[in-house]
């Protein structure tokens, strides 16, 4: 004997594209309406099922009951641009605070990739110790592969910036229309991470180094560029591409040839 999910398999072959046809291919049958109350009729009907009811068909159970993770991540995505709307602080001139917007986009400068890249760079040539040039040039490749799979990331999510962004960034390229992840907290938590394992520094200065990546992904939020989901996975991404780093190190052993090229 057929089953009743294969009949209506075909049932719905026969009709598909005809709108006549609409109200006989629906699981539920012809003429009955998609209420609550129809449901809870069918429902209660007796039948040979476990419950009061028939069993429901298995698409109807998915409608019924969505999923704990769907439910949860619209949650989060609402709770998400509510918090960030409301944390977004420096977004306008106008905007409540304001007059930090100024000191913000300061800070949003000096966790941009351009004055990294250039700064490492002029760095690697003028460097005149082999160890200084080995940090300098895994700094450039960290930089450069941050840029890349951020990249990546902002053009496979495709995820707009908050609407009370005001597009004035510093120098951008074109999939910085996008806002997942936080370019800036990958940078900074990245940037961080690298610092704290190469360079001996004072405690002090160390926790400097660790509050300026925390004001960096902050700043983001404060001046309306990001959701705070865009920066909490930016700062996660950023930590791990350092151990991707540090995995793929360049030493004048692994890569002699790219150390020739800066040996004096
Ligand atoms: C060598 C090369 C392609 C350099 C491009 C440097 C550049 C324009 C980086 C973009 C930095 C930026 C604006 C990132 C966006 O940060 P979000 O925190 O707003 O995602």
């Known amino acids: ?154 053009g496979l999510v495709r995820r707009r910036r908050p609407t009370h962004n005001k597009m004035d960034m510093f120098v951008t390229v074109s999939v910085d229309k996008y806002s997942f992840p936080s370019g800036h907290a990958t940078r900074a938590a990245m940037v961080c991470r690298f610092v704290l394992h190469h360079l001996v520094l004072a405690i002090p200065l160390r926790v400097l180094v660790v509050l300026w990546a925390v004001i960096v992904g902050i700043s983001r939020v404060m001046l309306g560029r990001h959701n705070v989901t865009d920066v909490a996975f930016g700062l996660i991404m950023g930590y791990m591409q350092y151990s991707v780093v540090e995995y793929f190190w360049l030493s004048p052993l692994s890569a002699p040839t790219l150390f020739a090229l800066w040996s004096h």
């Open 1 to 154: 004997m057929p089953s009743p999910r294969g009949s209506r398999e075909r049932r719905a072959a026969a009709g598909a594209g005809r709108p006549e046809f609409l109200s006989l291919v629906s699981p539920r049958g012809p003429g009955i309406p998609d209420s609550p109350s129809r449901r809870r009729e069918v429902s209660a009907a007796p039948g040979p099922g476990p419950g009061p009811g028939p069993p429901l068909p298995e698409e109807d159970c998915m409608k019924l009951n969505p999923s704990f993770t769907g439910i949860a991540l619209r949650s989060l995505l609402a709770i998400d641009l509510w918090a960030s709307k409301r944390l977004g602080v420096c977004a306008r001139e106008g905007s409540a605070w304001g007059s930090a917007r100024p000191l913000m986009k300061v800070i949003e400068v000096s966790g941009h990739g351009i004055p990294w890249l250039l700064g490492t760079a002029y760095g690697l040539c003028r460097s005149d110790s082999s160890a200084g040039r080995e940090v300098l040039l895994n700094l450039l490749f960290a930089l450069l592969l941050d840029l890349v799979l951020v990249a990546v990331v902002k």
